[in-house]
């Protein structure tokens, strides 16, 4: 990762001249805020540094996905650092690998709460990694930033989630594809755990009841499992009007691969997928999904002067050919939003920063504007992406702003 450092000038860190234009940021500093008022808990708050865990998948199948948002939370701790740090003390991180593993997430985040202190985790990706770390988070009273879309059902004081949550995505989304496409049928597919189950969960009672459709199959298959030909087979005997897809991880490659192997491409079948970002699609290929959907809140193609700086910053850290998928920029979000409550509570202390941060509205983010809500979740939109085969996404659809509802009624 290329470094930021307060020698540069700011005129070469374009987002963060946003920011500071955007947010009002002023420099603050440790002597103002003395260590023993800011950090009454007994967090890992020094003087002069404050300090952080990441607590991603760096190996196993799901590293495919959160690779993107391991760097993007270092870059914005980067940018932050840049600016002076949070309350005048640069942050200072610890990270840990999930290994694609739910007790290892557990493992790893009871290790960072109670022996690192850390001030706050940026973490995990699947539902069954954050189910495995909430009742830590819960009970040694951390703060958990969580960046990926999931199925909601979930609420935690703990917690605060910038991804969207069901009636963001899955509702809004079919909405969408049943009247666009005049879709009637739907199979549904995902892989076999958490996340996947409840989501079809929810939106098989979504096209039955509210959209009067039918699903005429639906299939889980084993996280990591590559092997598809008698789903795809299936699916040929089926001919549904839609695909709804929520396979995740290594076995996305596989999926979509055999699907174009076997003629199930876009000009035949229409899918509409919750869980294909631009991370994703390095390891699938484009020409695998060109012309298919995808329902996300990001798109790296989305045009905005905030989205158009943090693109920029994001390559000249990782490469031209680096990607940046949804839950990569609703990674991105976690750091700078705990800087905000934490000058906004003017405390590192975890109650203090949670009880600060609801209602609080974020302009500068990549994706447009997002606010806070009481219940720990963002507003934000739905977008619908049609993949190309350069492995970006034309946004087709761009809905209003939707407020968060993690326990839709009917849908429990």
Known sequence: MSKLNRSQPLKKLSFLATAVAVLGITSAYAADYPTAK??????AVTDSTVTVGILHSATGTMAISETGSIQAEKLAIAQIN???????????????????????FAEKSKKLLENDKVAAVMGCWTSASRKAVLPVFEKDNGLLF????????EQSKNVFYTGQEATQQILAGLDWIAKEKKAKTFYLIGSDYIWPRTSMKIARKHIEQHLKGTVVGEEYVALGDTQFGSVINKIKLKKPDVIYAAVVGGSNVAWFKQLNAAGLDAKKQT???????????????????EGF??????????????????????KKAYGEASVIGDV????YLGPWLWKAGVEKAGSFD???????????????APEGYVKVDQNHHLWSKLRIGQWRKDGQADVVYESELIAPDPFPKGYQ
């Open 82 to 104: 840049a600016l002076g740090g949070v309350l005048g003390r640069k942050i200072e991180v610890i990270q840990e690998d999930g290994a694609s593993d739910w007790p290892t």
């Open 38 to 43: 800011v950090n009454t808990t007994g967090l």
């Open 146 to 153: 969580y960046p990926t879309f999931y199925e909601g059902l």
């Open 293 to 314: 959907y995808s329902a996300m809140k990001y798109f790296q193609s989305l045009k905005n002067p905030n989205n158009e700086a943090f693109v920029a910053e994001f």
């Open 271 to 289: 899918m509409l997928t919750i869980s294909v970002t631009e991370d994703e699609v390095l390891g699938i290929g484009g020409e695998n999904l």
């Open 328 to 331: 990569t920029q609703a990674a």
């Open 350 to 364: 975890v109650d203090k920063v949670a009880a600060a941060l609801p209602g609080y509205e974020f302009t500068a």
